[in-house]
């Protein structure tokens, strides 16, 4: 129970590659992966962990295996927020930068296909902005998967 079966640093080492990874994967999956879960979405994310989970502990089924896995990967979370908010260029890389998808109206369908956004999210977001198509001014898919609407003033 308390026992390691594995030195520490390796836990640490497994913890912080199967980490990094799943986030390069995340990253190159899309923003709409992360923005808006659908079941689809959320069934991919339990299957991942479950996959990763052996990868992580490298058989090692202890207590403190457990707790210095969990300890490394709260560790690289508080890391990557540190150096995000340092570093515009990380900050861009990790996290993605807003991308235009429309304006006065219109929606650009190259820039909405490589989004791999449909018509009926950008419709559910004109509508949740209460902002009917000609009186919109832009549209911009956000970092983390959300569509923000901007309103013309008139």
């Not at 490394?72 to 515009?88: D, G, K, M, Q």
Request: a neutral charge.
């Amino acid at each position: 129970m308390f026992g390691l079966d594995l030195p520490w640093w390796e836990l640490i080492a497994r913890g912080a590659i199967v980490y990094c990874a799943l986030l390069i994967m995340m990253r190159l999956s899309g923003r709409r992966t992360v923005g808006q879960f659908t079941p689809f979405d959320l069934l991919v994310v339990m299957l991942l962990s479950e996959a990763v989970s052996n990868s992580m502990t490298g058989g090692d089924e202890s207590l403190f295996g457990g707790l210095i896995i969990a300890g490394t990967l709260v560790a690289l979370t508080v890391l990557f927020a540190f150096l995000t908010s340092r570093s515009r260029k990380l900050e861009e890389l990790i996290e993605g930068s807003p991308v235009l998808i429309g304006r006065d109206g219109v929606f650009f369908e190259k820039v909405m296909k490589r989004c791999r956004l449909s018509e009926s999210d950008v419709e559910e977001a004109l509508r949740e902005a209460d902002c009917p198509r000609p009186k919109m001014k832009c549209a911009f898919l956000e970092a983390d998967g959300r569509i923000s609407i901007m309103r013309n003033p008139q």
